[in-house]
DNA sequence: AATTTTTGTAAGAAAGATATTACAGAATTT
DNA sequence: AAATTCTGTAATATCTTTCTTACAAAAATT
């Protein structure tokens, strides 16, 4: 699996838990902290996310952060 | 946990994976296409990876990424 | 003990991630 | 259908990561 399978992945599971929790890429972007066209860029796998960033939305989501992998 | 404590287990098993396969920070650093120096901070705790970086450590040790959270 | 190898560390440069702004299209709501 | 909300996208700016260079300390080897 390379890294643009990653990436994919990465972005489809924060879609479908920023969906699950009924909120707006706007919405999260402002729990996280971070830009909303970055999490558009980010769900699509144009972006390629930190860690740190990963870590944020995980603790918010309350999962491990393994699970994004 | 928090973003610190993840820094530091990133960095404690690269440098357990580096050692075990008997590398020094510089080969594993020509072998991964990175700088000794990020290295050596990285297992420090002193910087903190990119996924993308991560991913290809977990590629050249053959492991799984998820396991160095 | 001297030599060589390995690692830590810092300053500045380069690269990459993320923010900001702006606008358009899609979807939803009224 | 009009209005509102949501999302995609691009260009530029800003911030963080990573590289480069250089030197010193520590550890290993001879």
């Known amino acids: 699996m390379g890294i643009r399978k990653i990436k994919n992945q990465i972005g489809k599971k ?11 890429q706007e919405q999260l972007a402002e729990y996280i902290g971070m830009s909303r066209e970055h999490i558009s860029c980010i769900e699509r796998g144009k972006n390629l996310i930190t860690i740190e960033s990963l870590y944020k939305i995980s603790k918010y989501f309350k999962i491990n952060i393994k699970d994004f992998f």
């Open 14 to 24: 924060i879609k479908d838990l920023r969906i699950e929790n009924d909120l707006s």
